[in-house]
């Protein structure tokens, strides 16, 4: 019998399985604390939790926003950096364009004052030819003069006589040399 009271005993004292009234107010406790988590304390822990995903939700859209935007703007510095290229390439075009024009006219301008100065250059000859001839003339008639008064005999100093024998002395000259080239 004392074995029998003894293994009730050890029976009654197992502590896997808990004595009934205990169960029943634990689980009287848990139903209650269930209950005021779920009536109180789950609703703000779900309003927070759909608080947060809505702020991370907002945050990828305002960063996917943002991340279009700034797409938006590479493309348009791009656009504009193309722009800018062809403006460049179109600017410096046009400036060998007029390069080229300019120089066009500076040669033309440089052959029109080589013309101008060639052309005085020929006036300033014939100029001086014809001082230098009528030098000469005056050089010849002189010698002429002095040349014919001693072969004469007589003075030739009348200026009138002397330009006319002078002329008629330049004139057979000029026919006789005119005559000669004739020939050739």
């Given at each position: 019998?004392?074995?029998?009271?003894?293994?009730?005993?050890?029976e009654a004292e197992n502590p896997l399985i808990p004595p009934i009234p205990e169960l029943v107010i634990g689980l009287i406790a848990f139903f209650i604390v269930f209950g005021f988590?779920?009536?109180?304390?789950?609703p703000n822990i779900n309003k927070v939790l759909d608080e947060r995903r809505e702020a991370i939700e907002?945050?990828?859209?305002?960063a996917e926003a943002a991340e279009a935007e700034a797409q938006q703007v590479l493309e348009d510095y791009r656009a504009q950096l193309a722009d800018a290229r062809h403006e460049a390439a179109?600017?410096?075009?046009?400036?060998?364009?007029?390069?080229v024009a300019l120089i066009a006219e500076m040669r033309i301008e440089g052959q029109r004052q080589r013309e101008e100065i060639i052309a005085a250059g020929h006036a300033q000859i014939a100029a001086d030819r014809k001082a230098a001839a009528a030098s000469l003339r005056q050089d010849v008639g002189k010698l002429a003069t002095d040349l014919?008064?001693?072969?004469?005999?007589?003075?030739?100093?009348?200026?009138?006589?002397?330009?006319?024998?002078?002329?008629?002395?330049?004139?057979?000259?000029?026919?006789?040399?005119?005559?000669?080239?004739?020939?050739r």
């Open positions: 019998m004392n074995a029998l009271v003894q293994m009730a005993a050890e988590l779920a009536k109180k304390l789950l907002g945050g990828m859209e305002k179109r600017m410096r075009q046009e400036a060998q364009e007029q390069g014919a008064s001693k072969l004469v005999g007589e003075s030739l100093e009348d200026s009138a006589r002397q330009s006319r024998t002078i002329d008629r002395f330049l004139d057979g000259l000029e026919e006789s040399a005119t005559t000669a080239e004739a020939k």
